[in-house]
């Protein structure tokens, strides 16, 4: 929590366990939030490890800390040698920018004694929506608690999030009014997350925009517009894991996109940009970083991102001799699948990972 010091933090993440999800009140704001008295009963108590029971509180200082690498990171992605550097190993299509910076950009974190490690970034991040109506349901024992609970981000996030989708529609469509969105995945209901995808949709109707949730498949181009059924899409709010629109389900989507007939957000550029992991061979490198015009103070911030190298022929002997102190990840892959501890490896799967696309980083304690 924000206003809880560090030690504060750690004594509570070991010794307070008063403080407990009220289930009861969350099933209820999840049905007024979903306009479903079903809603609970159909979308979330089947999906028991949903919501954990207790929080885990965070000191200000690494959030602090937190802020100003995501910062760091964003400032890189913006600099044009940097940018020059990743599009050279990424999908032709990220080269198209429009304009989206990306809704919901996720950055994973490590908590430890030396402080957050940036691991990962996500450009399909899900959860937002139900920790928002998670921290209202919380049930706390303590005042200094209560009132971390009341957070403003957590207050005001229906009209930040709406400030945010109407940012992303801004920066490719200028002052045109946003009329329709399109929450958009394979096979949505499912989806593990569904249930968000629901609280999403009412979220934007609420506010005056029209919201569908829609198959990536189901989707059509024509007369120079996207569309669901009979209804024409202005922006996707693109949950897809298919981050650069290759797979023949999701053509309609990607032609739509290059014909710039819809705003797509995150996009492929977005990934591209930030989330292959083949960037952070780059980000912990205050060197390399430098070398970009990245300024100092922010360069210094790459200690902070585990030193990630590319795995080649050229290193595979070292990495596999130091295996037991790396972890080895596909460079744009998601959900920590094909994702593996060295200490874990066996020759032949070695063999698969020198003949894909992968990347290796030092195993944080």
């Known amino acids: 929590m924000t206003d809880l010091m560090p030690s504060a933090a750690d004594w509570l993440n070991s010794s307070c366990f008063c403080i407990t999800l009220n289930r009861d009140t969350l099933h209820a704001a999840l049905e007024r939030e979903a306009g479903d008295p079903e809603f609970s009963s159909r ?53 198209f920018d429009p304009g989206p910076r990306g809704a919901f950009m996720g950055y994973d974190f490590h908590l430890g004694a030396a402080g957050p490690k940036l691991i990962e970034v996500n450009t399909n991040a899900g959860g937002a929506f139900l920790n928002a109506l998670l921290a209202k349901a919380q049930r706390a024992c303590c005042p200094e608690v209560e009132r971390a609970l009341k957070l403003p981000l957590v ?77 024409p899409i202005d922006l996707v709010y693109n949950r897809l894991v298919d981050f650069s629109l290759e797979r023949p389900q999701h ?78 990840k596909p460079a744009t892959g998601h959900g920590a699948k094909a994702v593996y501890r060295g200490d874990k490896l066996t020759r032949g799967v070695w063999q698969q990972i020198l003949a894909a696309n992968y990347v290796a980083h030092s195993i944080i304690s």
């Open 155 to 231: 207050s005001n996030f229906d009209s930040e999030l709406v400030r945010m989708f109407q940012a992303e529609w801004a920066t490719q469509r200028g002052d045109e009014k946003l009329e329709r969105i399109a929450i958009v995945d394979d096979e949505p209901e499912s989806q593990y997350l569904y249930p968000e995808f629901l609280l999403a949709r009412q979220t934007f109707i609420r506010h005056g925009i029209d919201a569908v949730v829609a198959d990536g498949s189901q989707l059509r181009f024509s007369q120079d517009k996207l569309w669901v059924g009979e209804a």
């Open 251 to 328: 053509s309609a989507l990607r032609e739509a996109y290059l014909a710039g007939a819809v705003v797509v957000t995150p996009n492929p550029r977005n990934h591209a940009l930030l989330a292959d992991k083949r960037n952070l061979t780059l980000l912990s490198d205050m060197a390399r970083l430098s070398s970009f015009d990245l300024p100092a103070e922010l360069a210094r911030l790459s200690a902070q991102i585990p030193r990630t190298v590319r795995v080649s022929p050229d290193n595979a002997t070292e990495l596999w001799d130091t295996r037991r102190d790396l972890f080895f």
């Open 43 to 95: 979308y979330i108590r089947p999906r028991e490890h949903l919501f954990s029971n207790v929080p885990v509180f965070l000191a200000a200082r690494d959030l602090q800390k937190m802020t100003a690498i995501v910062q760091m990171v964003e400032a890189a992605a913006r600099l044009p040698r940097y940018q020059e550097t990743v599009l050279a190993w990424a999908p032709a299509i990220a080269r």
